[in-house]
């Protein structure tokens, strides 16, 4: 019997604490994207990217209106060209062509790097404001709903309003 009562009480002392455990983690939740595009910071990371992005988008412009001037020129001569010279022509074609692929496949690597090297302490800013509300407000856990889609949420776990606080945002 003894031995009974005290299954019992560690059995009762552990789901008391288990719910006790649970009522401590609230968890709340905040839209990251809605709160970046409200930093002003955001439009001149934005701004620097499109100036970037618009260096490469000339040049690849300028090779690809010479790839095409170049294959307009051989298809009006490549009637009267020998095999061998129509040979060398297609393959420098080929050669421009690739030139070219893999030019628009650097620039674009290049602007994804640039892309992220200017919003990371856009980032760093707002992951800190959110940590920091939700340490003031004793929240556990925070969703990205930009991330997440929640199918059910109440709004007093909405921590939005706080995060732009925090930010200064208007």
Known sequence: MKKLLTVALVAGSLFFAGNAATAQSKIGYVNSNQIVDLMPETKVVQKQIQDYQKTFVDQLTSLNNEL??????????????????????????????????????????????????????????????IQAVAKEKG????????????????????????VKAK???K
């Open 68 to 129: 095409q001037a170049n294959a307009q020129a051989y298809d009006t001569k490549k009637a009267t060209m020998t095999d061998a010279a129509r040979t060398a022509k297609e393959s420098e074609l080929q050669d421009q062509n690739k030139r070219l692929q893999d030019f628009q496949t650097t620039a674009r690597q290049k602007v994804d790097d640039k892309t992220k090297e200017l919003s990371n302490p856009l980032f760093t800013k707002m992951r800190t404001a």
């Open 167 to 169: 930010l200064g945002l």
């Open 139 to 162: 929240y556990g856990y925070v969703i990205d709903t930009s991330q997440t889609e929640l199918l059910v949420s109440p709004e007093t776990d909405n921590l939005f309003a706080a």
